[in-house]
């Protein structure tokens, strides 16, 4: 294969293929878990959004059972279609529908998840509002299928876009866990708006009902606190994470040996449906 630009310049897309990661986001999800212990008494665990499975590899390498019987069960959704991981259970679907919940909930045989993961990310358009606002809207839904999944007590963690409106979704995730904070991994590009919002001890208010219906939006916070802004206004910690001397994604690094091929090629990709119809000449 050809030598890419990208891997001269990006270290942790190169780190992701030596060390057999589908993506770089692993490493996201492994800063965090050297932050947070996120995977401490974990065996069972929603990947949201998991396409092409960086995350879920993560999951599957790092849980563990009390028993060495028992295996930790790992659920993984996506609108797109993922070529398999061991012990992974695969889903294909769309997390803002009440479908996809029922069918998570269905292979947990009526037990609940201990951690639930999102790293969702809609088609960005380059219009920011517009793009904040899509993404908001995709983290309330995967907080939304988090009520009908997670066991009280139980963590949280997505991914959220640092945008003007963040104390609205605070304010939403505060309803729920009494424990939120935002932290950046440094595989993160300080570049991006990208960090990821870290929930803790799953609290659901007394008589909350799960509901597909209902928009998270909707959810009551105490106006008369007015937590949205003023100094009431609710603020979370926000911590960067992964070693000091991990690497910087902000930064180029030299790199001099052969190119890797990819750890896990498409399997369906955006332009194979190009590609096929200008093959039989239909466009
Ligand atoms: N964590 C993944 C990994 O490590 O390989 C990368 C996730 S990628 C940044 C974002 C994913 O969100 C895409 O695969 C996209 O298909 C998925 N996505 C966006 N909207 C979705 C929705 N409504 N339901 C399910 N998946 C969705």
Redesign the pocket.
């Known amino acids: 294969m050809g030598k890419s630009s990208k891997d001269k310049r990006d270290i942790y897309y190169r780190l992701a293929k030596e060390q057999g990661w589908?993506?770089r986001?692993?490493f996201k999800l492994l800063q965090l878990n050297e932050e947070f212990s996120l995977f401490d008494g974990v065996s069972r665990c929603v990947d949201l959004?998991?396409?092409?499975?960086?995350?879920s590899q993560v999951l599957s390498r790092n849980l563990k059972c009390p028993s060495p019987e028992e295996r930790p069960k790992i659920v993984a959704?996506?609108?797109?279609t993922m070529a398999p991981i061991e012990g992974v259970i695969q889903l294909q679907?769309?997390?803002?529908k009440r479908s996809t919940a029922e069918k998570i909930i269905s292979y947990f045989d009526g037990q609940l998840a201990d951690l639930v993961v999102s790293?969702?990310?809609?088609d960005v358009t380059g219009l920011h509002d517009m793009d904040e606002y899509i993404q908001a809207q995709?983290l309330l839904?995967a907080l939304n299928i988090t009520t009908h999944v997670l066991r009280p007590g139980g963590c949280f963690v997505a991914k959220i876009f640092r945008g003007k409106d963040i104390s609205l979704l605070y304010a939403q995730l505060k309803v729920f866990f009494p424990v939120v904070t935002c932290s950046k991994p440094r595989s993160s590009r300080n570049s991006s708006i990208e960090a990821f919002i870290v929930c803790q001890n799953y609290q659901p208010p007394t008589g909350y009902v799960p509901t597909m219906t209902n928009p998270l939006l909707d959810a009551k916070y105490d106006e008369s606190e007015n937590q949205l802004a003023g100094p009431n206004r609710v603020i979370v910690p926000y911590i960067t994470c992964g070693d000091l001397s991990s690497y910087d994604s902000d930064r180029t690094y030299p790199m001099t040996s052969q190119s890797l091929d990819p750890v896990q090629s498409p399997i369906a990709p955006a332009y194979k449906t190009y590609i096929d119809l200008k093959r039989k000449h239909e466009i």
């Open positions: 589908r993506a986001s692993a959004c998991a396409a092409p499975g960086s995350w959704v996506d609108l797109q679907g769309d997390i803002t790293d969702g990310a809609p995709l839904a």
